[in-house]
Structures are given as C-alpha cells and as structure tokens.
C-alpha cells in the first residue's frame, strides 16, 4: 500500500522527529521506511536500506532464528524490550533493545511489520562503570556496610592479627577470607582452607595438625596437615564455631605460642600461620552455653568482620542478579540477555535466606532451563520449592498468610507464585480469614 506524496514526507517527518530507530517492512521482509535515528545507529542511508532485504541492513545476532519481526508476524503479537547485538555498516557490535508489532492496513490485514530500536551501549558502560565503582577484591556492593569493610580490609590484612568473620550462611564469608590473604604480605605462600564442620573430631585433628603413624586405625603413614601447608601463608578455619572443644585447646595453643605437635606425637612444631576464622553462629552465645571457651573467643576476637545478609543489603539484589546473570551465561554458552519485568519483580521480593548463594543457585537454575533470550517467572525455582496446596491448606495459617502479603507488599500474584497456588485459591484464603 502506498501513501500520496505528501502524505508520506509527513509520515517520515513524524519519524524522523522519534529518538528511537524505527524502520518499516513488507510482508517480503524488504525495508519500506527507515527514519534518522536507523541511520545514525547503523550507518546505511535511507537510500541505501530503502527495498533492501531488512537482514542487509539491519544485521543483528538474530536475523535468521529468532528475527522479533517474523515472530510478531507468526504470533500476531508484540515482541517487547528483546536486547540483540547490531552490526553497523562499519561491523561495530552494538547492544540494542528492540520491539516490533504487525504492521495493519485500513482492513486489518498484516502488510508488513515495524520494530523500533534503542543503543544500550550507553546503558551498558554505566553497568560496567557501576560494577567498577562497587567492586571490590572479587567482591560488589553499594550498602554502605559493605563499603565500610571495604575500606578497612586492607588495614587489617597489612597486619597478622587474628580475625574473626561472622555471617549467615552464604553471605560470602570465604571472599572476605580470600580478600584478606591476597592483600597481605603472605599473598604468595598458600591460603589453606579447612571446614571445622565437616570431618569428625580424630579426623579433623589430623587434618589440621597432621598425624603420625600409627595414631589411630588407619594411619598407615605420616601425614602433614593443613597448618603445615599453610606454612608460610594463612589458615582458613571455616566454620569454627562448630570445632570440638578437645581440639578448641590444641588451637589456642597454636595461637598463643605458634606450636603445635601432630596427632600421635610429642614432638613441638612451629607454625608461622596467619589465621582467619569464620562462623555463622554467635560465639558469645556459644561460650555462655559452655560449648565454645572464653580464652580462645578473646584469642579470635582481636578484629570481627560482621558481614550483613542479603536482606541487609536489598539494593546489591540488581547488581548481584546481573553479574550472576553474565556469570552463568559465560559458563554454559547462552546469550539470555535479562529476566522479565515479571521475574525481575519476583526476585527482588524474594526474602533470600540462603543469602548470595541462594541468589546465585536461583539464577544458574534458570539460565539452564531458559531457552530464550529472556527469563520469564516460570524458570524460577519457587514453585517447586513450595508445598502443594494440600499442604498448604492444611498449614497457612492467618498470621502467615498476613506476613507474606506484608512481605510481598499486597502482590498477591507474588504471593500465589510464592505459594504454587492461583490467585483463585488466594482470594478464597483471604477471604476465609477476614483479612482486609
């Protein structure tokens, strides 16, 4: 369909006047319109792209599998906010965010299709710029908490005083550690780690302090332990709060004096060991319960790192999200470029109580069952962490119906995807108990 003359110019002066990139095809997918902001964006002229194939000229990482227009054609829908790669005339990779619909006569028929066009490379260096800014050893935050022991860290890591860093589980109390070691003296020489938690008390003693033979059943030979391979560097004792208090002794003599003997000897070893402890308990309160001793919680409490949780933190969610995202698409090769409006939502609503661990096992989930180049609601993990509904029925009660709709700030399809149920069975719920 072709419009007179002047109404043409004045169709392409109302484009022209658009910031947005827009151009116009026929249902042979040849460009009929191309305005200002395509040619300053792909450096071909109106002249050059006007009846041109649209992937000559509108050459992007999508032309030939997933092209928005083909998919608004087929679907008879809009493809919104689609972030694709542009070539322009010069072969300058360029980020875009990209929309199209069908394009209508006077009678409803599709004559063709139209997309706009918007460069995100701006967009893109202020993430990148965001990103530097907040960084920090491995690590990103803009919580002023978070900046804070940013700032302090190199101080304490110039020293070889003992520290202690206290977190939830999850919180990244292993990258403080890590930070604190590659800032100090001792950066060269190994950084050991080991798990108080995870061995029994025989075992675990032989792996920090190593074992002679014949120790125990089992010990066929002479071992070193982990304080021996950190000679030099720094001892990560993960999890302290939970090392037995046989062994809690045979540590603070280390810290006190630098000695140390092997499980199944008398010999004295020396230890030149810088230690970091970590534990997501509260020791004070370990030590009032007779499970933890007085001495050794002073001996590691020179300098406590408190580390906040997520929730602390709210405003890191976006950026976390976001380098988990780039993380995990790097990792197994896709090219997802965002979450939806609707998953976005979700995820920053979401309580988080595995903290950045949780956050990060949400967003590899999803980028591994995502097919598209954006997660949508149904690739997150909730529904499936949820009871049924029979459950649910059986156990929701009034007080914590109420807390999810406070913490969901009245989204009661937040609250329904949280609980694996519809909106129907929701309202019928709060209905029942009377709440307004």
């Not at 988990?324 to 790097?330: E, M, P, Q």
């Not at 709709?405 to 519809?422: C, D, M, Q, S, T």
């Amino acid at each position: 369909m072709s419009l007179p003359p002047d109404n043409y110019h004045q169709l392409q002066t109302i484009l022209d006047s658009v910031a947005d990139g827009v151009f116009t095809v026929d249902n042979d997918m040849l460009i009929t319109s191309f305005n200002r902001a395509a040619e300053d964006l792909t450096g071909f002229t109106r002249a050059q792209a006007l009846g041109q194939p649209c992937c000559e000229i509108f050459r992007t990482n999508v032309c030939f599998d997933k092209c928005p227009v083909r998919q608004a054609l087929a679907s008879n829908s809009n493809i919104t906010n689609r972030e694709v790669d542009l070539l322009d005339r010069n072969n300058r990779e360029i980020p875009i965010s990209v929309n199209a619909s069908v394009l209508r006569n006077r009678c409803g028929e599709a004559i063709g299709g139209v997309e706009t066009f918007r460069d995100l490379s701006q967009v893109h260096a202020l993430t990148r710029e965001v990103e530097h800014h907040f960084s920090f050893q491995n690590m990103i935050s803009r919580n002023p908490q978070m900046q804070q022991l940013f700032d302090i860290l190199p101080d304490i890591a110039c020293s070889d005083v003992t520290a202690l860093i206290q977190g939830d589980s999850g919180t990244g109390k292993e990258l403080f550690a890590q930070a604190l070691h590659n800032l100090s003296y001792r950066k060269d020489k190994p950084l050991v780690v080991i798990n108080c938690g995870a061995l029994p008390e025989q075992l675990l003693e032989a792996e920090i302090f190593g074992v002679r033979k014949g120790a125990y059943t089992g010990a066929v030979a002479d071992r070193a332990g982990r304080l021996s391979a950190a000679e030099g560097g720094t001892l990560f004792l993960d999890e302290i709060g939970d090392l037995p208090l046989p062994l809690q002794v045979k540590l603070l003599r280390v810290l006190e004096n630098n000695e140390y003997q092997a499980l199944g000897s008398d010999d004295n070893r020396r230890a030149d060991v810088r230690f970091i402890a970590a534990t997501h308990r509260d020791l004070s309160m370990q030590v009032a319960q007779n499970n933890f001793r007085q001495d050794l919680f002073y001996r590691l409490n020179v300098i406590t790192i408190k580390i906040p949780s997520l929730s602390e933190r709210s405003e890191d969610i976006p950026l976390l999200l976001e380098i988990g995202l780039k993380k995990f698409c790097a990792k197994y090769g896709k090219k997802i470029r965002s979450f939806s409006p609707q998953a976005m939502e979700y995820l920053l609503q979401h309580p988080y109580e595995g903290n950045i661990r949780e956050l990060l096992n949400i967003v590899e989930r999803a980028v591994i069952l995502c097919r598209e180049q954006q997660i949508e609601l149904e690739q997150l993990p909730f529904n499936s962490a949820s009871s049924s509904v029979r459950d649910r029925q059986q156990q929701l009660t009034h007080p914590e119906l109420l807390q999810l709709l406070e913490r969901y700030r009245g989204n009661k399809k937040l609250v329904a995807n949280h609980l694996g149920i519809n909106r129907t069975t929701l309202w019928r719920w709060i209905k029942k108990y009377h709440i307004d």
